[in-house]
């Protein structure tokens, strides 16, 4: 009996032993703290990301401006933008070889020189070709700076903290194209375009660049990595013909319904797309029998990662398209100046701005699940009301339900990608990175791509612009393009639903 008892109290101890361990744990753990310099090479490098995005959202505004000044027509023009586009999807592939080769110091001098060189060909060229050339170097800069912000992020960040800071990394994503027409209309109100670029060099060579030489740091080893030529080639041509497919596709649909030839646009589209899909096939062979592939491709084999992609593939069709929406809805039938339009896409900018790190918190403390469905039933209601209120919008109307939707995509945006990183294996992080990001850069072309064709195929033959029936043709444009999005978002819901399902059967069995 008493063996008993002393064996009974004996097993209490242990029991309250490895109970109070656990809690002493978890305590540590929620109390880690985010080392000071983490915290500046994010913003240091976050900085020149910001700034890529940025410019490449305030050209947009500035487009009648540049058509005068170069003497281009709408279809030359577009091109500042897809070719910045077209490199950034391209260089985004390169990241992982990229992050595995070389330091991350190395990584960031590279793309703050291609950033400054980009911005002093912006400055001083004074012919279209030129300003094309300084889009491409530019766009070379985004490609490096954004994926290395990410793979900082999830290299160097307390295991806790991974999900807020990768909330405020997510503000590069998500605030810069949303504040971009607000700055482009705001500097093309009382400042020359090049100003932008003015004012940026400082920015980077007084803020990011002595930030970053002191802060950025490297954690893990480099590797004796080698560039599959092939291979990158073929993702290049991939992603440029898909990418020259939704752009020479919209025009053909825009120039066939307003009674236009669209005979060479469609031929474009379809030698684009057969390149593109043909060049991805390629890749994807190539990859799996390659024993250095560019992007290990191993981990999309688990279903509830790429349920994932496809969400975070889709959302940022609706998340980056609405700045072009916005702004087009709000001067072609509210008729309102292009400094306005810009301006209503600010309040659900600023709350992206606030609420993005907040949804990395929610993300640390109560997991995926809640955080991340809950945001984006939120976030579809924006689209809903505008939906409903499409006929009879007001711009204070138009800004308010845009603010609903940037409220909910801001506080779960990110948190897919960190929940999708966390279930492959730390060596395949920065493939799962460079695959991530050139889906967000493909889902926010085909964005724009999109949108744009809606609205010019409602808006044919209604006249000509400020006309009563071109204004009340852009509504119905608009209410197209608002249901348009609400069924993009419920698609990505329920992938996220059928992921998080995939997920807790894999729990259960453990």
Not at 182 to 202: D, E, M
Not at 319 to 341: K, M, P, R
Not at 353 to 364: C, E, I, K, N, S
Request: with cysteine; glycine share 10%.
């Amino acid at each position: 009996m008493e063996e008993r008892n002393i064996t009974t109290t004996t097993a209490a101890t242990e029991s309250q032993a490895i109970t109070t361990n656990a809690g002493t744990q978890e305590a540590a753990i929620s109390d880690e703290r985010i080392p000071g310099k983490l915290i500046g090479a994010i913003v240091a490098v976050g900085s020149l990301a910001f700034i890529g995005i940025l410019t490449e959202t305030v050209m947009t505004v500035l487009f009648p401006q540049l058509m005068r000044e170069f003497n281009v027509d709408t279809a030359t023009v577009q091109w500042i933008t897809t070719i910045y586009l077209l490199v950034v999807a391209a260089t985004m592939p390169l990241s992982s070889y990229l992050n595995r080769r070389f330091k991350h110091r190395t990584l960031f001098l590279a793309a703050v020189a291609l950033a400054v060189l980009g911005s002093l060909i912006m400055i001083v060229g004074h012919a279209f070709p030129v300003i094309l050339i300084a889009r491409v170097i530019q766009g070379m800069g985004s490609g490096v700076a954004t994926p290395l912000m990410i793979n900082i992020i999830l290299e160097q960040s307390p295991k806790s903290k991974v999900g807020r800071l990768m909330g405020v990394g997510s503000l590069v994503i998500t605030v810069a194209p949303a504040i971009g027409p607000t700055v482009g209309g705001a500097v093309s109100s009382i400042l020359p375009w090049r100003a932008i670029f003015v004012i940026v060099i400082p920015i980077i060579l007084l803020v990011s660049l002595p930030v970053g030489l002191k802060c950025v740091e490297q954690h893990r080893p480099t590797e004796e990595a080698r560039l599959n030529s092939l291979q990158f080639v073929s993702i290049v041509l991939a992603l440029c013909g898909l990418v020259m497919f939704l752009n020479q596709a919209g025009v053909a649909v825009s120039a066939a319904v307003s009674g236009g030839s669209a005979t060479v646009s469609a031929v474009f589209a379809v030698v684009s797309l057969i390149v593109g899909l043909g060049a991805l096939l390629f890749f994807g062979w190539s990859s799996k029998r390659s024993f250095s592939p560019l992007i290990r491709l191993g981990w999309l084999r688990d279903p509830m990662v790429l349920l994932h992609l496809i969400a975070y593939m889709l959302l940022p069709i609706v998340g980056i398209g609405f700045g072009y929406v916005i702004t087009n809805v709000a001067q072609l039938s509210l008729g309102t100046s292009a400094f306005l339009s810009g301006a209503l896409v600010l309040p659900g900018a600023l709350i992206g701005a606030f609420f993005a790190p907040v949804g990395g918190m929610l993300y640390d403390r109560f997991g995926p699940v809640r955080p991340i469905l809950g945001a984006f039933s939120a976030a579809i209601c924006g689209p809903i009301l505008l939906l409903v209120f499409s006929m009879r919008l007001t711009p204070v109307t138009l800004a308010g339900f845009y603010f609903i939707f940037g409220f909910g995509y801001s506080l779960g945006f990110s948190n897919i990608m960190t929940n999708a990183l966390r279930n492959i294996a730390p060596q395949f992080m920065p493939d799962g990175n460079a695959v991530f990001n050139t889906c967000l850069q493909f889902g926010g072309a085909a964005g724009t791509a999109l949108f744009s064709t809606i609205l010019s195929v409602a808006q044919a033959g209604a006249g000509e612009e400020g006309g009563a029936t071109f204004r009340h043709a852009t509504a119905v444009g608009g209410s197209w393009t608002f249901a348009t999005m609400i069924g993009i978002v419920a698609i990505a819901i329920c992938c996220l639903i059928a992921a998080f399902r995939i997920g807790a059967k894999r729990n259960s069995r453990l």
